[in-house]
T-cell receptor, first 112, second 112 residues
Framework: DQQVKQNSPSLSVQEGRISILNCDYTNSMFDYFLWYKKYPAEGPTFLISISSIKDKNEDGRFTVFLNKSAKHLSLHIVPSQPGDSAVYFC???????????FGSGTKLNVKP | DVKVTQSSRYLVKRTGEKVFLECVQDMDHENMFWYRQDPGLGLRLIYFSYDVKMKEKGDIPEGYSVSREKKERFSLILESASTNQTSMYLCASIDREPNGYTFGSGTRLTVV
């Protein structure tokens, strides 16, 4: 049973617009969340993270929002660029950071 | 930069063969992981290791074993390869601080 879920397998957005990728989790003990970006034939790369003590974290064009009561996090990319086209995975861990649980990924396509 | 190196990008093996996937990290990380990535299923944890000669089963260990004789090297072994083990295999390492995983580039394994 997946503890981290990304219910949208794909998303298509026009260049310059906002991309919103969503992630839900079931384990209320998760307290650290990350987003990874993956290009074909490459390993995932770390994008942005958020601790459960926060509800928002920004890094340039990327913002992650955490709603603990809804067990939901989202990644906003503004403005979206064609180079953002990739598969995005959300991941969550317990307090010990020893392992992360991943969602199934959302393939983002940013059209020029 | 931390580097996680996987020895092969692409492998083709026959059913029943014993397969070794090698992973080396160069930043003295204690924790290392093996995941497989399959469409629609995301990243699933096969095995992980906290220290030399230590190993823990992940979510899908069946058909796999691991070896960690040196801190920098973590090997995944398919004892008798089967077609359902055709997948992208990703190695990762992480330090104690919650900066997320550093992934290798992945090994695309095809079992025929």
């Amino acid at each position: 049973d997946q503890q981290v879920k990304q219910n949208s397998p794909s998303l298509s957005v026009q260049e310059g617009r906002i991309s919103i990728l969503n992630c839900d989790y079931t384990n209320s003990m998760f307290d650290y969340f990350l987003w990874y970006k993956k290009y074909p034939a490459e390993g995932p790369t770390f994008l942005i993270s958020i601790s459960s003590i926060k509800d928002k974290n920004e890094d340039g064009r990327f913002t992650v929002f955490l709603n603990k009561s809804a067990k939901h996090l989202s990644l906003h990319i503004v403005p979206s660029q064609p180079g953002d086209s990739a598969v995005y995975f959300c991941a969550a861990s317990l307090y010990n950071f020893n392992k992360f649980y991943f969602g199934s990924g959302t393939k983002l396509n940013v059209k020029p | 930069d931390v580097k996680v190196t996987q020895s092969s990008r692409y492998l083709v093996k026959r059913t029943g063969e014993k397969v070794f996937l090698e992973c080396v990290q160069d930043m003295d990380h204690e924790n290392m992981f093996w995941y497989r990535q399959d469409p629609g299923l995301g990243l699933r944890l096969i095995y992980f290791s906290y220290d030399v000669k230590m190993k823990e089963k992940g979510d899908i260990p069946e058909g796999y074993s691991v070896s960690r004789e040196k801190k920098e090297r973590f090997s995944l072994i398919l004892e008798s390869a089967s077609t359902n083990q055709t997948s992208m295999y990703l190695c990762a390492s992480i330090d104690r601080e919650p900066n997320g995983y550093t992934f290798g580039s992945g090994t695309r394994l095809t079992v025929v």
